[in-house]
């Protein structure tokens, strides 16, 4: 309901502005030769931009930011908050159930070197997104999934919880009245958290956290955990990442399509774009589904756009705090 209601009061965005005791932006000149931007171009940063208006999770990273802290640790501090929030209901504890009643989160992580990692279907441990980062640092892998990744998560010292809230327990007793799959547009079923941040040394970080879709199938896995499609990071260029239903950005690998389309001299607006176009072509005549895509480059130039109308993306800067409305390929 909370996003819901949020939902309907986004059409404006909404700024504040942010007193920044910490730091002052950087503000360097960008090789063009390297970040794929124009000449002469202004860098500023450190910048934080998430998917929809995780308001908590974007001020945590930008706590870590503003202090002179890393890009890779501001991604994992912000979407924790959200994968910690037990109210929402499609990151983390608290996320909607698969249609067997087991909680199963995914979750992925990139560096500024090109470093990865995520956790797929795991249950039972309620940071994925720390778990990815333990698979990139401390494995010769990029991937772990179920029983894999949570055996290892206990031996890097994570705790067994119960994933599944009272709240989601009784939604899913009500869902199986009928168990039609019908995943509802912009209704608490793809909230994924796809964070990108900058850091004062102009290095990028993202990372992509979800508890994915509502009732899926035991097993099913969606984009957020998967490199490329869920998120992607290119230091020289920038980073991009997705919400929504993650099978159609899986099949255009949408968030290295988007950062290699900026390689080539687009804005991160005209990426994301280019990104949805992309999806849409091959969904011809079918629009009853949604895609959020959104993007940073090396200069901290910020974009996102979606399918449906609704879906919106937050930043956070020097500049202030701001829930984008995205424009979106349907009207
Ligand atoms: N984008 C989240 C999912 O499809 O699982």
Redesign the pocket.
């Known amino acids: 309901m909370k996003r819901r209601k949020f939902l309907k009061n986004s059409s404006t965005a909404t700024a504040a502005l942010v007193a920044t005791p910490f730091l002052t932006s950087c503000k360097e000149e960008v090789n063009p030769s390297k970040a794929g931007v124009a000449a002469n171009t202004k860098a500023i940063y450190p910048i934080v931009i998430c998917t929809w208006d995780f308001l908590n999770a974007s001020t945590k990273a930008w706590e870590v930011l503003s202090s002179g802290g890393n890009a890779l640790d501001a991604i994992e501090q912000g979407v924790k908050v959200e994968e910690d929030d037990v109210t929402n209901q499609t990151v983390g504890t608290g996320g909607r159930p698969d249609r067997d009643g087991t909680v199963t989160l ?1 979750a992925c992580i990139m560096d500024k070197d090109g470093n990865c990692g995520a956790v797929l279907a795991m249950e039972n441990i309620a940071n994925p997104i720390s778990v990815a980062r333990k698979v990139m640092e401390d494995t010769p892998h990029v991937m772990l999934a179920g029983q894999g990744a949570e055996q290892f998560a206990y031996e890097k010292g994570f705790k067994k919880v119960n994933l599944l809230t009272e709240q989601s327990r009784l939604e899913w007793w009500e869902w199986k009245k009928t168990s039609e799959y019908k995943p509802i547009i912009n209704i608490e079923n ?1 909230d ?1 958290i796809g964070m990108l941040a900058i850091d004062k040394n102009g290095d990028i970080a993202g990372g992509c956290t ?4 509502g009732y ?1 199938m035991a097993g ?5 955990p998967i490199i490329g499609a ?1 998120l992607f990071v290119d230091n020289e260029i920038g980073g991009a990442t ?6 159609e ?1 899986v099949r255009t690998v949408g968030s290295f399509l988007i950062v290699e389309l900026m390689r080539q001299g687009k804005s991160p607006q005209e990426a994301c774009e280019e990104g949805v176009k992309r999806i849409m072509a091959k969904n011809e005549g079918r629009n009853d589904f949604q895609i959020g895509f959104i993007a940073i480059n090396k200069k901290g130039e910020i974009g996102g756009y979606c399918i449906q109308p609704g879906f919106t993306y937050r930043t956070y800067s020097e500049e202030g705090h701001i829930n984008n409305p995205s424009e979106s390929y349907v009207s």
Not at 210 to 213: A, R, V
Not at 220 to 224: C, I, P, Y
Not at 242 to 247: Q, V, W
């Open positions: 995914d793809h994924t979800t508890s994915g879709m899926k099913r896995v969606g984009d957020s869920g997705a919400t929504g239903m993650g099978e950005v």
